[in-house]
């Protein structure tokens, strides 16, 4: 039956929407009355010819789509939901490139290589340095804060620790770290008019990083270091990367490290200082289930979308071969059959099966075990030297069309 709570002409991925909340009340209408919803859209609004998409709003239905890439397809129209009207199919099938956007096999090739950097042991070989790296930025962010104790935390904390991880990472020397910010920033930010990111400006960050990337690639090739770069790149005839893929899994790292981690860590901030006695839960008992809370909360990524490889149904709903599958994760992780209270923040919440890693399958996160890692380190360094911290005003929310991003969040010393 059609769901009255939404009118006509309602889209989950409307940038204008995002930027002034996330649409919880809209989900928790389909998921109870139409869980796989078909919405319209004009004509190349998204970047693609077709007329809409299928909202999947469901936990198990995400999950679902998310473990069957037989059936649903990162590759044949990419994971992003929605670009702008501007975009042509050759600057879509660039990205196709870029491992998010692969199907298996080749997708199970590249990450098999890639997944060398994220080993446990090697996210634990990083733990001490990012420990201090963290201390050093909340130190920094005090120090350098306004007379009246003031500061943007995204800015002078939450930007800082995934850059500095993925620096660490890959090489890249700390002194380039802006560059990444800036180049990563210009490809998530083309849907906000504040940044007066084009399309163009977009691929042209992208080009950066890759050029950057391959440079790096290039050198480690004729000088090996006891780096991920040199284990990836120096023998592309013993299963390595090429040049050009660590070039495309470098612009994943700016985006899908950088840009999701700094958002989930300026959520979990912006809920700790609304939810005081979370935070004094936080000072006092550190939970180790915190970081999942924190993800699960933030959801930094509203959606991904898979395409139907055949005509199939779920949620009785007939998909047919070619459609576009929106895969809500905001709302999965809020779905009540899953989720006591989904509305609470309980930083002891155990189980908590939520779905901002990805929904399983092939594309589950493989920086998930470095987000955690980082989201309880920055948390950590918070708690110890600005246990005090305040919220002096809302968050400025980025304008997307698939993220959950905040572009300020005003908090004070005082």
Not at 154 to 174: D, F, K, R, S
Not at 199 to 216: D, K, P, Q, T, W
Not at 299 to 309: E, I, L
Request: hydrophobic share 40%.
């Amino acid at each position: 039956m059609p769901c009255p709570a939404l009118p006509d002409g309602f889209d989950f991925t409307d940038p204008d929407l995002l930027q002034e909340r996330v649409p919880h009340p809209e989900f928790a209408q389909l998921r109870q009355t139409e869980p796989v919803r078909w919405i319209t859209q004009p004509p190349r609004i998204s970047g693609f010819d077709d007329s809409g998409y299928w909202a999947v709003t469901r936990h198990e239905d995400v999950k679902y789509v998310s473990t069957h890439p037989e059936l649903f397809s990162s590759n044949l129209n990419t994971a992003v939901i929605r670009f702008n009207e501007s975009i042509s199919r050759d600057q879509i099938e660039v990205q196709k490139m870029i491992m998010l956007n692969m199907d298996p096999p080749e997708h199970t090739r590249v990450r098999q290589i890639v997944q060398r950097g994220f080993t446990p042991r090697a996210i634990r070989s990083l733990e001490d340095a990012l420990r201090n790296r963290a201390g050093s930025i909340v130190e920094t962010a005090r120090a350098n804060a306004a007379p009246d104790g003031s500061f943007d935390f995204v800015t002078n904390v939450a930007v800082e620790l995934p850059l500095q991880a993925i620096a660490e990472l890959i090489g890249v020397p700390q002194d380039d770290r802006s560059k990444i910010f800036d180049w990563s920033n210009k490809m998530a930010a083309y849907d906000d008019p504040e940044y007066a990111i084009t399309e163009e400006i977009g691929a042209e960050a992208a080009m950066e990083i890759v050029s950057y990337a391959m440079n790096l690639a290039a050198a480690r090739k004729e000088c090996p270091a006891k780096d991920i770069v040199s284990q990836l790149v120096a023998a592309e005839d013993e299963g390595n990367l090429s040049s050009d893929e660590f070039g495309f899994f470098v612009i994943l790292l700016a985006v899908a490290g950088n840009e999701t981690t700094r958002n989930a860590i300026t959520h979990g901030m912006h809920a700790f200082l609304t939810h005081p006695e979370q935070w004094e839960l936080f000072k006092r008992e550190r939970p180790e289930t915190t970081a999942e809370e924190i993800v699960r909360w933030a959801t930094p990524v509203v959606s991904f979308q898979r395409t139907a490889t055949q005509d199939t149904e779920l949620g009785e709903a007939k998909i047919k071969k070619g459609d576009r599958v929106g895969i809500f994760y905001s709302s999965a992780n809020n779905d009540p059959e899953v989720f006591d209270e989904p509305l609470r923040f309980d930083i002891t919440r155990d189980p908590n099966p939520h779905l901002g890693f990805g929904g399983g399958g092939p594309h589950f996160c493989l920086g998930k075990s470095l987000a955690v890692l980082e989201i309880n380190l920055i948390f950590n360094a918070i708690a110890d030297a600005l246990p005090d911290l305040r919220l002096v005003s809302d968050p400025r929310r980025l304008r997307s069309a698939w993220l959950n991003g905040v572009k300020e969040l005003q908090v004070s010393t005082g």
